[in-house]
């Protein structure tokens, strides 16, 4: 529990596990970009057109009028900070350093490494759907947060699910192709905390990596620190209020032949602010076969990826390579050359 690093308020140096050696942690361009916007407001087929355009592009898009009320996105920032400052005593049954625990408090990150340690605590949260009572397994202080995150839950999958459903129009697919057991595993939520760090230079909230479901629904909160690779570089992403950012898991990559790309990201800290961010991961059943669809291949599009079951999947691709390639369209090949 004494791991954990919004606990010890403090750190007036960076200890040396969390020290990169100079040069492993390339610095992003100055300038902060906004992600493309996607107005779901707007007509069905402009939307379509959009979120693909977007997806291609950048992998990361953000999308505002997107039907989930500016209230509950308010309450489940507050539920999650109100988390965090809670005394150590009020969290130390939900603190596990097992993984194989469904719902857990732990510091650093789900890779594996290779000793490097992450500046960020994390709250992980399992939402099967619908959720029934397992919500009585979640933390029961602050009092709020069963109730918010449940409501929270609910219509972060449900934009997600829509997303899918307009990527899935938009490729000329079945608008339900994404249902069933390619997105019906449980829900995933990470409460990423990443408190003030006094050499933000030198360290990462988050090591590059992509997420490895389906779709991730990001809650970024108001400080910035997301970082995505784009050519080769690191460009830092500007939160805009009321907006969620979206971005491809691994699965629809594979699923898609590569036509739909997951991107790296990472997490950057700094020294002034905690921030706290909220990301949603629709997943697969973990018994779920994917593997690249029958509509995404021809004679000039063969298979680029194996077919392999989620939960095989996760096991495999579950180690920080740093200083790997920033392209995970390759990486990800490579790491099924292992199968
Ligand atoms: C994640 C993630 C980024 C952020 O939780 O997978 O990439 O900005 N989070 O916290
Ligand atoms: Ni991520």
């Not at 209230?71 to 539920?79: C, P």
């Not at 490097?116 to 029961?140: I, N």
Request: net charge negative; aromatic share 8%.
């Amino acid at each position: 529990m004494e791991k954990l690093l919004h606990l010890n308020p403090s750190h007036t140096s960076l200890p040396d596990c969390y020290a990169f050696p100079p040069g492993k942690v390339p610095p992003a361009t100055s300038a902060a970009v906004s992600l493309p916007f996607v107005d779901l407001s707007r007509s069905r087929d402009e939307v379509r057109r959009a979120i693909l355009d977007a997806g291609k592009e950048l992998g990361f898009f953000q999308v505002v009028n997107h039907g989930v009320p500016e209230q509950v996105m308010r309450d489940m920032e507050t539920v999650c900070e109100e988390f965090f400052q809670l005394p150590a005593a009020d969290k130390a049954d939900v603190y596990s350093e097992d993984r194989l625990k469904p719902n857990r408090l732990f510091t650093g990150t789900i890779f594996e490494t290779g000793g490097e340690k992450y500046w960020r605590d994390c709250l992980r949260l399992v939402c099967p759907f619908p959720v029934g009572d397992s919500a009585k397994d979640w933390p029961g202080k602050p009092q709020r947060l069963r109730e918010v995150t449940e409501k929270f839950t609910m219509l972060t999958r449900g934009l997600g699910m829509e997303l899918l459903r307009l990527l899935s129009e938009g490729m000329g697919l079945w608008p339900d192709y994404f249902e069933g057991d390619l997105s019906g595993g449980d829900v995933i939520l990470h409460v990423n905390h990443y408190p003030p760090c006094p050499s933000p230079s030198s360290t990462l909230g988050q090591p590059p990596h992509c997420d490895r479901g389906l779709i991730t629904v990001l809650l970024p909160g108001a400080v910035p620190g997301l970082e995505v690779a784009y050519n080769g570089d690191w460009i830092k992403v500007h939160p805009v209020p009321n907006a969620f950012i979206i971005n491809f898991g691994s699965q629809l990559e594979v699923v898609t032949n590569g036509m739909l790309k997951s991107i790296e990201h990472r997490a950057v800290t700094n020294s002034g602010m905690a921030r706290t961010s909220v990301a949603t991961f629709i997943m697969p059943t973990e018994d779920c076969l994917v593997g690249p669809a029958k509509e995404f291949l021809s004679e000039e599009n063969p298979p680029c990826y194996h077919t392999v079951k989620f939960g095989d999947f996760k096991r495999i691709y579950n180690v920080v390579k740093l200083g790997s390639s920033l392209n995970l369209t390759t990486e990800l090949k490579s790491v099924q050359k292992d199968i």
